[in-house]
């Protein structure tokens, strides 16, 4: 970085000192100079998919993966707004993903005629992206231009979920004096402070009703991950000895194959003997886990006299609450605290019926999920990715082993996340993804998985061939309307440039499994399955879930 420069050069030096290795994006004329300044740098890749909410899915995907901020990089208008679903998914669940949008000159907006791709005013996308984003700036002014980028990247930093930046396109080469404090910089932001007296009461309180309680349990939530914990957390889990729960969201935050894990917990629908666990906990300790519907099963949230809430930067314990009191700090002070050891004796739970059925008979979701962890038991080097839709839920029967790492929108559950979100973790990690997706979620993005071979990705897909929106079956009276019109999945992806197989029976998709490991390109695996198969915990939630909207319609 140099005192002066051009605003685009200053913003593709920035992200390269916080270590970004790609973006994601699609060009229009409203942001052409900018993308193909992105572009030029070496040592950055810039990558194109087919349409912005597979743009948004992937920088979100390559974010969550590998911890680093994702860059996604789109014309104004079109293609912004056809970007703020993943944003705001990205928003819910806690994503660092920068969006960097072109937009109108000063000059063309002075011609005083409407501008090709606005909506209401040349604002108007400003004004939805301040609405998902924890940042949002139009940088209109060169004196501060480079000041306003390190704030709000500094922001997504800090809060971990999306920030905006919208650059016009007079302003890409413009000279900007770049601050004296970045010149020198390491690349390293901080993340938020706490108040050292609050953090020594919060953990004070904590440990004490940790020393008291007889049967507690950790549940470990997804700030705990973006806040680079994972080892800490560990570490306490194994200093109080108590079984640890995920959420859906924080699937893959703790080991899976860890001793103390006993599986995700949803409430009153999560499998019995977790539900039963939780029942009996006298004492819930909630390590960076946002209070959800969905944690809790559609359900009643944990009576709070019987919980230590650790998340936004506070800490809940019963009814008192400590302010300024940030995960990071919380969790560290509590591995210094004094605690006991409650030794509990943990069994993971596995809800798959355990026999295999014979190889002839036809598949079901469950014969899927079985087979899936018995090809990724033991093994390295494979993750996870569960779409919307019956996958959400049966993925949270999957196993994944030494860290393979298991994404999913377990929260705003936005169908399309799944093959572009794969393919931006793929893209920063090397780590081979599995999809497990639906017919009607691959029906949104899943094409997106044509461009795989351009990048070298070779992700494998497995297409829930169930013929519809099926999840909705069990509480729907006309299931012909969740109908989608058969395509061709195994032959698509063939003609895609990748290998396609048809599983009917459970022997054919443990062959399919086995030769997609072999295979060096990107595989798609249709899987056939009855209309009305689902897993067992997406009948629970969608049953659940129409029961809550009944009551809630009286
Ligand atoms: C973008 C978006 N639109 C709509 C929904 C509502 N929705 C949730 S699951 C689902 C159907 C999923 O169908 P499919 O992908 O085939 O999975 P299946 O449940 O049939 O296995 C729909 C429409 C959603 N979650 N996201
Ligand atoms: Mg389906």
């Not at 002839?360 to 018995?374: F, G, K, M, P, Q």
């Not at 395509?487 to 003609?495: E, Q, T």
Request: charged fraction near 25%; charge should be positive.
């Amino acid at each position: 970085m140099r005192a002066t420069m051009p605003l685009g050069d200053f913003l593709v030096a920035y992200l390269q000192k916080l270590g970004v290795t790609h973006l994601f994006g699609i060009p229009g004329d409203l942001v052409l100079r900018l993308f193909f300044r992105l572009a030029m740098r070496r040592g950055m890749r810039i990558v194109t998919l087919s349409h912005e909410p597979g743009v948004g899915f992937a920088a979100d995907g390559y974010a969550r993966a590998t911890g680093k901020i994702g860059v996604a990089c789109v014309t104004y208008g079109a293609g912004g707004h056809n970007m703020v679903n993943p944003v705001a998914g990205s928003f819910a669940e806690r994503v660092p993903v920068l969006v960097v949008s072109g937009g109108p000159s000063d000059d063309e907006r002075r011609l005083g005629t409407l501008i090709h791709h606005q909506a209401k005013a040349i604002e108007s996308q400003l004004r939805i992206y301040r609405e998902v984003t924890c940042a949002a700036e139009l940088l209109d002014d060169p004196r501060t231009a480079a000041e306003r980028v390190d704030a709000v990247v500094r922001t997504v930093w800090r809060e971990q979920r999306p920030g905006y930046l919208e650059i016009h396109r007079d302003m890409v080469d413009h000279r900007v004096p770049v601050p004296s404090a970045l010149l020198g910089w390491d690349g390293k932001l901080p993340f938020a402070r706490s108040n050292d007296a609050n953090v020594a009461e919060a953990v004070r309180d904590a440990a004490a009703r940790l020393n008291a309680a007889r049967r507690p349990v950790v549940s470990v939530g997804i700030e705990t991950h973006r806040y680079k914990l994972g080892r800490e957390v560990r570490a306490l889990a194994e200093k109080i000895g108590a079984p640890v729960v995920t959420t859906t969201l924080s699937k893959g935050a703790f080991p899976m194959d860890h001793p103390l894990y006993l599986g995700v917990h949803m409430g009153t629908i999560s499998p019995e003997p977790i539900a039963r666990r939780l029942a009996r906990a006298d004492l819930v300790v909630n390590l960076g886990g946002m209070r959800t519907d969905m944690d809790q099963g559609v359900g009643e949230p944990l009576p709070p006299e019987r919980s230590v809430t650790a998340v936004d930067g506070r800490v809940d314990a019963s009814f008192h609450s400590y302010r300024d009191v940030h995960i990071r700090d919380f969790v560290r002070g509590l591995l210094r605290a004094r605690l006991r050891n409650h030794r509990a004796r943990v069994r993971y739970v596995n809800n798959l019926p355990r026999e295999a059925r014979p190889l002839t008979d036809r598949l079901r979701v469950a014969d899927i999920l079985r087979e899936l962890n018995r090809f990724l038991a033991g093994r390295k080097n494979y993750a996870v990715v569960a779409e919307s839709g019956d996958m959400l839920f049966g993925g949270l029967d999957v196993k994944v082993d030494r860290g393979g790492g298991y994404l999913a929108q377990g929260f705003y559950a936005s169908m399309g996340f799944g093959v572009p979100g794969a393919l931006g973790a793929e893209l920063g990690t090397g780590v081979r993804p599995i999809v497990l997706s639906g017919d009607g979620a691959f029906q949104m993005t899943g094409p997106e998985l044509a461009q795989a071979p351009r990048y070298g990705l070779h992700p494998i897909v497995v297409v829930v061939n169930n013929g519809g929106w099926q999840i909705f079956r069990p509480v729907v009276e006309r299931p012909e309307l969740l109908e989608v019109p058969p395509w061709p999945y195994a032959a698509l992806a063939r003609a895609w440039g990748g290998a396609g197989i048809l599983a009917r029976t459970v022997g054919e998709f443990r062959l399919a499994l086995a030769a997609a490991a072999r295979e060096r390109r990107f595989v798609l695996i249709e899987s056939m399955v009855a209309a009305d198969d689902l897993s067992p915990v997406s009948r629970k939630y969608i049953q659940a879930s129409a029961r809550q909207g009944k009551r809630r319609g009286r």
